[in-house]
């Protein structure tokens, strides 16, 4: 049977255990976020207090997910409304 062995610089081995230890110890860690420290939902804003209406002259960025030939900006014109 054929044995080979195959050094590795002692270097190398600091270089991967410095490395390797503190990327395994953050995989294995976990946030737990208190449940007191997220308000209700009915406590979130999620949209603007004031309704508002577009109107002439407004710009809108039209932004489309992986499909950027589609993205535009837009004037409102003013026969619109």
């Known amino acids: 049977m054929l044995h080979i062995q195959q050094r590795v610089s002692p270097h190398l081995r600091i270089l991967l ?3 390797l230890l503190p990327t395994m110890m953050v995989g294995c860690s976990s946030v737990v976020i208190a449940p007191q ?3 209700p939902l009915s406590q979130q ?3 603007p ?3 508002y209406r577009l109107q002439p002259g407004d710009q809108l960025d039209i932004k489309f997910y992986e499909i950027s030939e589609l ?3 837009i ?3 003013p026969d619109v409304g």
């Open 49 to 51: 207090q004031e309704e």
């Open 71 to 73: 993205n535009e900006l």
């Open 45 to 47: 804003n999620y949209y």
């Open 75 to 77: 004037k409102v014109r």
């Open 17 to 19: 255990a410095l490395f």
């Open 37 to 39: 420290d997220v308000p």
